[in-house]
């Protein structure tokens, strides 16, 4: 698949719930899969890099596959609710620049790692 633009992506998902999909379920149905969507990434983060350890059924999950099952969905409510997501992020960019742009970087828990001297010499 070559490059695709957000509105590209927007389109392409309408399409598919118009020629597969049947319709869209509610909006309120959509949250709750969205909701869904997003615990398995959680799960699937958390033994990859956290502490959990993996189970039997979590075995063979891709997390690319999850993120873009929340990306369907996330899509899917843009869609319903003439959300135009291109606009809505370049948005968002300016305001967190506008709103962080000193902040994260004055701010000490964020520096590198290598800024920090090992005591335990």
Request: proline share 2%.
């Amino acid at each position: 698949m070559t490059d695709l633009t957000i509105r590209e992506a927007q389109d392409q998902v309408d399409e598919w719930i118009r020629t597969v999909g049947v319709r869209y379920y509610s909006e309120l149905t959509n949250l709750a899969v969205l909701v869904e969507e997003v615990g398995e990434v959680a799960r699937l983060m958390s033994r990859m890099y956290g502490d959990q350890s993996f189970k039997p059924s979590d075995e063979g999950r891709d997390l690319a596959e999850e993120f873009a099952d929340v990306l369907f969905v996330l899509i899917c409510l843009a869609n319903q609710t003439g959300v135009d997501l291109t606009a809505a992020f370049a948005a968002t960019m300016d305001k967190k620049t506008a709103r962080d742009r000193e902040r994260h970087a004055n701010n000490p828990k964020l520096k590198a790692s290598t800024d920090f001297t090992d005591d335990t010499d």
